[in-house]
């Protein structure tokens, strides 16, 4: 395709947020280019939720049919491409792919996601986001009344039990040998019948992702249904910190309500700005980054 020599906008990302960005922004007649390589992050995931007129629709259902609904608006351009530096000038700034392509605009949206830094637990990756998940709001009523195992080795595991109680009343807390709660909420969990297994687990025994159990390093083995987990993660991308762009204390891009980062003429919404991992508010996020990217953009040529 023929670049333009200079865009109004460059997204880099083009699922739920990115997508939703260049529509707010298509609708409103600006030279925009998304900028993706097609490996969203919840690629493995079989099902949405919790996003209503799509609960339960495929994720890459929602992505393909969106990026139908974007390519109608003929001021939205695609490259398919891994964008690896950027760099701010005058004016501008400067997107470099890894094909060597150096691509200019105006602004920049960065909807680039996380990635998540899985455990080297035989079967953990197999199972995340079929029935190892992050989240009882996207998946925990597929898994209500199923014997629940939560694996997350700090103060979260105890937020979790509390939401998840409310859909199982069979818990159990897997702490890997790592005890971390204070009297008080050792009393709770006794009180609402949630277990606690110290024991540091070996592997999860599964069926095409589907957990079957749980094996500990002393050979033991329990059956679960699904487990819960929260795992580390870095930026997908690491050109908004090449750019100055500042990050919080969980490493997410610090924005304003605004979905400004700290660099003018820098955006950034979805996954790599937030904890609240929903393909519905990577939509909301990417919506609002639209509209205030194109007011600013009216704002500077009126």
Same mark, same amino acid.
């Not at 680039?112 to 455990?119: E, S, V, W, Y």
């Not at 080297?120 to 996207?138: D, N």
């Given at each position: 395709m023929e670049l333009k020599p200079l865009y109004d906008v460059i997204i880099i990302g083009g699922s739920?947020?990115?997508?939703?960005?260049?529509?707010?922004?298509?609708?409103?007649?600006? %030279?925009?280019?998304? &900028?993706?390589?097609?490996?969203?992050?919840?690629?493995?995931?079989?099902h949405s939720h919790n996003f209503i007129t799509q609960d339960g629709e495929k994720p890459k259902v929602i992505a393909e049919r969106a990026r139908e609904q974007v390519a109608q608006y003929k001021?939205?351009?695609?490259?398919?491409?891994?964008?690896?530096?950027?760099?701010?000038?005058e004016g501008k700034f400067e997107i470099q792919t890894e094909e060597g392509d150096?691509?200019?605009?105006k602004k920049l949206?960065?909807?680039?996601?996380?990635?998540?830094?899985?455990?080297?637990?035989?079967?953990?990756?197999?199972?995340?986001?079929?029935? @190892?998940?992050?989240?009882?709001?996207?998946?925990?009523y597929e898994f209500k009344g199923k014997k629940t195992a939560i694996m997350i080795d700090n103060e979260k595991a105890f937020h979790i039990a509390?939401?998840? %109680?409310?859909?199982?009343?069979? &818990?159990?807390?897997?702490?890997?040998?790592?005890?971390?709660f204070s009297d008080v909420q050792l009393q709770k969990l006794k009180d609402h019948h949630i277990d606690i297994i110290d024991k540091e687990v070996l592997e999860i025994v599964h069926h095409l992702g589907n957990i %079957?159990?749980?094996?500990?390093?002393?050979?033991?083995?329990?059956?679960?249904?699904?487990?819960?987990?929260? @795992?580390?993660? &870095?930026?997908?991308?690491?050109?908004?910190?090449?750019?100055?762009?500042?990050?919080?204390?969980?490493?997410?891009?610090?924005?304003?309500?605004?979905?400004?980062?700290?660099?003018?003429?820098?955006?950034?919404?979805?996954? %790599?700005?937030?904890?609240?991992?929903s393909v519905a508010n990577a939509v909301a996020a990417g919506n609002l980054t639209g509209a205030m990217v194109n007011y600013i953009l009216t704002e500077e040529n009126f």
């Open positions: 739920y947020a990115g997508l939703s960005a260049a529509m707010a922004l298509g609708r409103s007649l600006k %030279n925009t280019l998304i &900028i993706d390589n097609g490996i969203p992050c919840n690629r493995q995931t079989p001021s939205i351009e695609f490259l398919n491409a891994k964008a690896i530096k950027g760099k701010k000038l150096k691509i200019f605009a949206i960065f909807a680039t996601g996380i990635k998540d830094l899985l455990p080297e637990i035989k079967g953990f990756t197999a199972c995340w986001g079929i029935s @190892v998940i992050h989240c009882p709001y996207c998946h925990g509390q939401l998840v %109680n409310n859909l199982t009343d069979n &818990i159990t807390i897997l702490t890997s040998g790592k005890t971390y %079957n159990a749980v094996t500990f390093t002393d050979g033991s083995q329990v059956p679960f249904d699904a487990i819960y987990a929260s @795992v580390p993660f &870095i930026q997908h991308s690491q050109i908004p910190q090449e750019l100055g762009c500042e990050l919080n204390e969980q490493g997410y891009i610090k924005t304003d309500s605004f979905q400004m980062t700290n660099i003018e003429g820098v955006f950034a919404c979805g996954d %790599n700005t937030s904890p609240m991992r």
